[in-house]
């Protein structure tokens, strides 16, 4: 059975703003509980340099061993992209849950950095997987790629008045606000549940993967 564009489009847009929530998630988790951004590798870079010339060993080994784990996974989410294109997917979300799961196992007093190297490397497999939809390019973790394309349509829009430019623009809002929903989420379920609130975000991976699943068939 096919499906037409438009719902391919659809699917493809609600499996972004879904892990756009679920990035929002990651990011004020890991601030809160943990002193460090585990989704990108700007600060961490930044701290290791500190580190360095402080001559701090610890934080330099898990900090050195923080990007490690960040290009490994990078490179095995573009493998997986590329040998593994029609499961990518729901491969994708089977690492996730099972990092999800790890990461909530890990206890509150455990070492910060230490407790960030399973979600630095989820992150990054995400990001290679999912890099918005076929139509824009968009990440799901961070916000500062996103802005740009977001004021630069709505910019565009004003000044020729595109409907194409107009779409853009919704789909970067719309890829800012369920990223901060995911963000408001976060926080409040971390105050909540602490190290554990993570293992909520089983119910949304679940939902995507069956999402995916049907997805599949109706193709």
Partial sequence: MKISITKVQSYENYIHYSMCMLGGFFGSYAL??????????????????????????????????????????????????????LQSIKICLLVEIVGVCAIGLIPNGANDLLALLPLFALTAFQWGMFNGTRKYVSPTLFSTGNIRQCISAWTDYKITAKAESKTKGLFYTYTLLYYHVGVLTGIALTYLFGAQSIFLCLIPLTLNLLIDLRHDQLV
């Fill in 32 to 85: 809160l509980l943990r002193g460090n951004f585990g989704s990108a590798q700007t600060a961490n870079l930044i701290q290791l340099f500190i580190n360095v010339s402080a001559f701090n060993l610890i934080d330099i080994l898990f900090r050195t061993l923080a990007l490690f784990l960040f290009i490994l996974f990078l490179m095995l989410s573009f493998y997986v992209k590329d040998k593994y294109t």
